[in-house]
């Protein structure tokens, strides 16, 4: 079993910054990529970010060059560092594998943002 911890989301305006963080822990030896995921109310749940056990990354189209994935393997920890918001980045933000173990999805971070 592994569990996957979200923190460090809330409210700010749109041009501001968050950094959300990750902490995974149980069986996360198995877990090569790591991704941020989100999901906007009505939406499915899409991924935004992955980030290799090697430090490679890749992001959506719609938040490349202001959100930046990294990661700390020896914490077990992954961050999303968030900038330039956009009210459209509104959603609930998790963590997971990638690809995702379905059955492990924690309770997300809300990040929301005004215009």
């Known amino acids: 079993q592994v569990q996957f911890v979200e923190s460090g989301g809330g409210l700010v305006q749109a041009g501001g910054s968050l950094r959300l963080s990750c902490a995974a822990s149980?069986?996360?030896?198995?877990?090569?990529?790591m991704g941020w995921y989100r999901q906007a109310p009505g939406t499915q749940r899409e991924l935004v970010a992955t980030?290799?056990?090697?430090?490679?990354?890749n992001y959506a189209d719609s938040v490349k060059g202001r959100f930046t994935i990294s990661r700390d393997n020896a914490k077990n920890t992954v961050h999303l560092q968030m900038t330039g918001l956009k009210p459209e980045d509104t959603a609930v933000y998790y963590c997971?594998?990638?690809?995702?173990?379905?059955?492990?999805w924690g309770q997300g971070t809300q990040v929301t943002v005004s215009s």
């Open positions: 997971n594998a990638q690809p995702p173990w379905l059955d492990y």
């Open positions: 149980g069986n996360t030896f198995s877990i090569n990529a």
């Open positions: 980030i290799s056990s090697g430090g490679r990354t």
